[in-house]
């Protein structure tokens, strides 16, 4: 596992902060591997989800750090959405 797969665990779970995540999300850090977030919390894991969303190392980290909004990441085609747009959303307000 990458350390940036690490480090993107971490990071999320710090801001899920013991909260449940209901459904299931999938990052795909290209070039690093995948972080699947669901009710258990973040962990390395590219199995299926409900939502998959693709961006790469720099676009996820700017998100993680409240650097880079989420939705101007997708409308500016730097974040690719596959599947429950409404789980993306849910997602984005807890980066934000």
């Known amino acids: 596992m ?3 797969i690490d480090a993107a665990v971490n990071a999320l779970n710090a ?3 013991g909260e449940s995540f209901e459904g ?3 990052f795909v850090i290209e070039g690093e591997g995948a972080v699947r977030i669901d009710e258990g919390g973040a962990r390395a894991d590219d199995g299926p989800a409900d939502c998959v969303l693709t961006a790469d190392a720099e676009t996820f980290q700017g998100m ?3 650097e880079i909004n989420p939705t101007a990441a997708f409308m500016s085609g730097r974040l690719k959405v596959d599947g429950d747009m409404g789980l ?3 997602l984005g307000s807890l980066l934000a």
């Open 24 to 26: 299931s999300v999938k």
């Open 2 to 4: 990458s350390s940036t």
């Open 64 to 66: 993680l750090e409240g």
């Open 88 to 90: 993306a959303m849910k």
């Open 15 to 17: 801001k899920l902060d």
